[in-house]
């Protein structure tokens, strides 16, 4: 088992996909290219007749590339990593954190594949795959991309726990660019796992991750606000601009940011609010502990020295 985020939604488990449904993709995708390619070299003798042999043979190269090398490489970027085959098998190629895939993944996966797929009949690929630990092919390793299935029962699946209403927007003009992919799992599998860790040694992963994200992007952590309430809001708005990207403006726009939380949109920075919603805390600048939410402090309203708290409730 293994946790991937799709960039246009929120963190899923996801299992990588075995060397089988790979396997069977990947005839179903070459059936349809041999088709098509069959399709348009009819076409083209029946276009080329009138020229010498040479040109006949350059076209019937160019068509050659372009079908069977080009075209997986367009539908893939095209589809975001879901070819004809990895549709019908339920298979997708994502990024190594989870990210939906672009051009160039695409182009470096096709290119590898001419020679361990096509030139070796699916020998090497086989090969690499089984002895790589999550079935990765060698274009899989050199693209930095991953086939992992999409079909998987609603009661397996785990989501990045929305940021407080009062952080929605609030780092819209963070620079994360220079924000590393392994950086990034490590915060989602983080957020995704904190109701199962113990509430210090949360506390302590999140102040980690946090200075990380924040030596990353040039910003510090703004005073007063929670690390595992900060990263959760930087991680809605990486994934409203992948959303962004992948879908055009409209996706984010339509509904709000993604991950569930609603609040102001990317203009400006949002106070908090003067009644808060139920099962949020905003924090407390002068409070020399973090502050908790319901049912995480004691009747007396005090947070435990050793019981540090996550800033925000995650959806139950």
Known sequence: MSELVTGEAVALELRPARLPSRALAVLLDLAAAVAAYVAVTIGLVAATASLDQAAQTAISIAVFVLVLVGGPIVVETLSHGRSLGKLACGLRVVRDDGGPIRFRHALVRGLIGVIEILMTLGVVAVIASLVSARG?????????????????????????????????????????????????????????????????????????????????????????????????????????????????????????????????????????????????????????????????????????????????????
């Open 136 to 316: 990765r092919r060698l274009g899989d390793v050199f693209a930095g991309t991953l086939v992992v299935r999409e079909r998987v029962p609603a009661g397996r699946t785990d989501f990045v726990p929305p940021p407080p209403p009062w952080l929605a927007g609030r780092f819209s003009g963070l620079d994360l660019s220079a924000v590393p992919d392994g950086l990034w799992l490590a915060v989602r599998q983080y957020l995704t796992r904190m109701r199962q860790l113990d509430p210090q040694v949360g506390w302590s992963m999140a102040e980690r991750l946090a200075s990380d994200l924040a030596e990353r992007t040039g910003a510090p952590v703004p005073p007063g606000v929670p690390p595992a309430a900060y990263l959760a809001a930087v991680v809605q708005e990486r994934q409203a601009r992948e959303a962004r990207r992948a879908f055009g403006n409209g996706a984010a726009a339509g509904g709000g940011h993604l991950g569930g939380s609603g609040g102001a949109g990317a203009a400006g920075v949002p106070a908090p609010p003067a009644v808060h919603p139920a099962g949020v805390v905003p924090p407390v600048v002068s409070s020399p502990v973090p502050p908790a939410h319901p049912g995480a402090a004691p009747q007396g309203g005090t947070v435990p020295a050793d019981r540090p708290s996550t800033g925000f409730v995650p959806p139950a």
